[in-house]
Nanobody
Framework: QVQVAESGGGLVQPGGSLRLSCAAS????????IGWYRQAPGKEREVVAT???????TYADSVQGRFTISRDYVQNLVSLQMNNLEPEDTAVYYC??????????WGQGTQVTVSS
């Protein structure tokens, strides 16, 4: 059974940085995608960044150039480095593991608040 746990959220001032981590366990497939999503109050959940087992990454236009997703293959951790944070980045951030063709597992989420 796949399990996902996020950590690293918090309160930061505009222009600051935070690093989120996603620990995934129980994955036996050699092909999967780990992604970071976020959901702000009153808005739908949206994808922020993804990384495949091949190392291929994707980013939402709104975070391109500010956020970086990376992977530690030994510890099976996926991190999201968030720089130059803006108030619009305030949301609950979720980690997701997608195993083709259709198995998806969500973490419980971690709150990120960008405010002065």
């Amino acid at each position: 059974q796949v399990q996902v746990a996020e950590s690293g959220g918090g309160l930061v001032q505009p222009g600051g940085s935070l690093r989120l981590s996603c620990a995934a366990s129980g994955i036996i497939s050699g092909l999967y995608i780990i992604g970071w999503y976020r959901q702000a109050p009153g808005k739908e959940r949206e994808v922020v960044a993804t990384i495949a087992t091949s190392g291929y990454t994707t980013y939402a236009d709104s975070v391109q150039g500010r956020f970086t997703i990376s992977r530690d293959y030994v510890q099976n951790l996926v991190s999201l480095q968030m720089n130059n944070l803006e108030p619009e980045d305030t949301a609950v951030y979720y980690c997701n593991v997608f195993i083709p063709p259709g198995t998806t597992t969500w973490g419980q989420g971690t709150q990120v608040t960008v405010s002065s």
